[in-house]
């Protein structure tokens, strides 16, 4: 029973990565050219999510400030629920669906990154903290899945082609890697 369940968890998971990687491998890599280029010109990331998402956000901001594979100078990255204090305090005072928004109003440059998670492409806060990235000029990318981001259009969608939670989370995470291989190699030459 568990054995079974292993198999079936992992098969799953390949095919996803497969399927992933047939409908989304130019999106990635333009995704990942828009962030090389930012980081390379001194822009900073903004990223933010809900629950596992949010972990996805900070995962991101820490390879980005510290290192991935290779020591390079660190680049400016935030993720927007770090601080429980701003996080708590905007969501008490203009609501949990305005949490991301302000903050990204307050912190957005033209030339900056900000980088939406959501899995099920419906979370309000995300979806106004993109549209107010795109307001200030700055470059979007929404990390979703297969359902899409609703009510936004940002520059860059990469909706992995699955419903299941777990496995959009596994596979983000494959695409944030990638581009911190990428960011590694671009940022050691410039």
């Avoid at 979370?123 to 899945?145: F, P, Q, Y």
Wanted: aromatic share 6%; hydrophobic share 40%.
């Amino acid at each position: 029973m568990i054995e079974s369940s292993l198999q079936s968890h992992f098969a799953t998971h390949q095919e996803i990565v497969s399927r992933t990687l047939t409908a989304l491998g130019d999106a990635i890599i333009g995704s990942a050219v828009v962030l090389s280029r930012a980081c390379v010109s001194q822009h900073k990331v903004i990223a933010f999510g809900n629950g596992g998402s949010a972990a996805q956000a900070s995962h991101l901001v820490g390879e980005l400030l510290g290192r991935y594979q290779h020591t390079r100078r660190p680049i400016a990255a935030i993720c927007l629920t770090s601080e429980p204090s701003v996080f708590s305090g905007v969501s008490n005072d203009f609501g949990f669906a305005s949490v991301f928004e302000r903050q990204v109003e307050a912190l957005a440059q033209p030339g900056d990154v900000a980088i939406g998670f959501s899995t099920s492409g419906r979370s309000a806060n995300v979806l106004r903290g993109m549209a107010m990235a795109e307001r200030k000029g700055a470059h979007t990318i929404a990390l979703t899945g297969s359902s899409g981001l609703s009510d936004t259009h940002p520059q860059h969608t990469l909706a992995v082609p699955s419903a299941s939670t777990a496995h959009i989370q596994e596979v983000h995470l494959m695409i944030v890697h990638f581009w911190c291989q990428l960011l590694d190699c671009d940022l050691e030459h410039s």
